[in-house]
């Protein structure tokens, strides 16, 4: 059994910092890439920043210089600090993992369950 969890959500003022976590867990064998994706009410998942095993990153336009994805591998977590937020942040905010299941045998892409991010004044 593989999860993801979340946390680190919540209500923060625009202008706002937040830190979200991302621990995996169970029969992981190996994590390639890591991602935080996020969903608005009425709108399309879409990706916000990715991060390999090695460390390349990737951002979504809308967030570049404000936000930075980094990961500890020894953990197998992935984080997402979040800086000078905007009420258009305001999202579910959930992240993926490209893994290899040794009890399994297979790749597998879990998602966690989800954490609400909430800019507002």
């Known amino acids: 059994q593989v999860q993801l969890v979340e946390s680190g959500g919540g209500l923060v003022q625009p202008g706002g910092s937040l830190r979200l976590s991302c621990a995996a867990s169970?029969?992981?064998?190996?994590?390639?890439?890591m991602g935080w994706y996020r969903q608005a009410p009425g709108k399309q998942r879409e990706l916000v920043a990715t991060?390999?095993?090695?460390?390349?990153?990737n951002y979504a336009d809308s967030v570049k210089g404000r936000f930075t994805i980094s990961r500890d591998n020894a953990k197998n977590t992935v984080y997402l600090q979040m800086s000078s937020l905007k009420p258009e942040d305001t999202a579910v905010y959930y992240c993926?993992?490209?893994?290899?299941?040794?009890?399994?045998?297979?790749?597998?892409?879990?998602w966690g369950q989800g954490t609400q991010v909430t800019v507002s004044s």
């Open positions: 169970g029969s992981i064998f190996s994590i390639n890439t």
């Open positions: 991060i390999t095993s090695g460390g390349s990153t």
């Open positions: 993926n993992a490209d893994l290899y299941d040794y009890v399994l045998r297979l790749k597998r892409y879990p």
